[in-house]
């Protein structure tokens, strides 16, 4: 049996799946971004007049990719510390891999799950980094 799970408190989905979804001790999150609940905002970036994205602060991104996808364990009766498995999308790594590393570093100091950081060319929002999650629930 599975139970999806939809957050009160994180980003809308930008299309027809759940944050997560439970299968016994398994918590499976889908794709995370860092925008803000109920707004198109998205933390340290600049659109311009045609919505493309004109300058980005991968750090503030990665910052509120990070608490959302904290938000949705914690929702979900799971919890930071219990990520075991992390897969990263960057749109640009040759700029932004330093920098995220350097973040990552920070949020996982204490808990290192396994983790796989790939480049792709776009996601389906203007952004630069999504993480896709598999954590465990205790209980």
């Avoid at 990719?65 to 979900?76: D, G, T």
Wanted: proline share 6%; with cysteine; aromatic share 8%.
């Amino acid at each position: 049996m599975s139970e999806a799970i939809e957050s009160k408190t994180a980003p809308e989905p930008v299309g027809h799946y759940p944050h997560a979804r439970k299968v016994g001790n398994l918590l499976f999150l889908s794709g995370v971004g860092p925008r803000k609940k109920g707004t198109k905002v998205i933390p340290g970036v600049t659109l311009n007049e045609s919505g493309e994205i004109e300058s980005y602060d991968i750090k503030e991104q990665c910052k509120s990719v990070f608490e959302n996808v904290r938000v949705i364990l914690e929702e979900s009766g799971s919890s930071w510390d219990e990520l075991v498995d992390v897969t990263v999308f960057l749109t640009n790594m040759k700029d932004d891999f330093k920098i995220y590393n350097e973040v990552y570093k920070e949020y996982f100091k204490d808990n290192r799950p396994c983790r796989t950081t790939v480049e792709i060319n776009c996601l389906p929002t203007p952004i630069a980094i999504e993480l896709k999650c598999i954590a465990t629930i205790k209980g």
